[in-house]
């Protein structure tokens, strides 16, 4: 079984250009989850979906940050205008249903670097 | 407020000695834990969760929460455990928040 897909894997860019981040999660899994991960941290939670909406963005800089999941499966993660502060690896992750007891599934993160 | 809270950056030590990896966490609510591990060049994966009781790789963690910690440990390590290890707690059953992580380095 595949699991989750990220692309691309790194990304270069300079300041006040767009970029944005795909992940397809595993098949079957209806909750989908994109964390930042800064250099020396853990993740930080940024969005969570429960098939095509979005039920936890709370943590996600509406500014600049968006996201969306059409048809409940794929999603996209998109920052425009990119900072030099946004320069980090953005994880994708994925379970089966929403709750503690469900694994989380992480693909293998897009690394950006603002320049 | 919710917080994990991982002390050591790096924790060193030879292979055979035993290793506990430090995890602390403030939640008002009844915790939820995990010990999440990325070796290297692998994506992040969970190791282990409190409520299952279980030993993975030989590795066990406790809750305690009077002392509010959930430490990670194993009698006798490894060369391949030899990783990056994160603490996470479940709020509301659905968010995770992270600590920052401890590097184990398990020298031969």
């Known amino acids: 079984e595949a699991g989750v897909v990220q692309s691309p894997r790194y990304k270069i860019i300079e300041k006040k250009q767009p970029v944005a981040f795909w992940c397809n999660p595993i098949s079957g899994h209806n909750t989908l989850y994109w964390y930042l991960q800064n250099l020396g941290q853990g993740p930080e939670l940024l969005i969570r979906?429960?098939?095509?909406?979005?039920?936890?963005d709370s943590q996600l800089p509406k500014d600049r940050f968006s996201a969306e999941r059409l048809k409940g499966v794929d999603s996209t993660l998109k920052i425009q205008p990119a900072e030099l502060g946004d320069s980090a690896v953005y994880l994708c992750a994925s379970s089966p249903d929403r709750g503690a007891y469900n694994e989380q599934f992480f693909g293998p993160g897009t690394r950006l670097t603002v320049l | 407020a919710q917080r994990v809270t991982q002390p050591e950056k790096l924790l060193s030590v030879f292979k055979g000695a035993p290793v506990e990896l430090k995890c602390n966490y403030s939640y008002s609510g009844s915790p939820e834990l995990f010990w999440y591990v990325q070796y290297s060049r692998q994506r992040l994966q969970l190791l282990l969760r409190h409520i299952s009781r279980e030993s993975i790789k030989g590795f066990t963690a406790d809750l305690n929460k009077g002392e509010t910690s959930f430490h990670l440990k194993k009698p006798f390590a490894q060369e391949e455990d030899s990783a990056m290890y994160y603490c996470?707690?479940?709020?509301?059953?659905?968010?995770?928040?992270f600590g920052t992580g401890t590097r184990l380095q398990v020298f031969p």
């Open positions: 996470a707690l479940s709020v509301n059953t659905d968010k995770l928040i």
């Open positions: 979906y429960e098939n095509e909406e979005a039920v936890d």
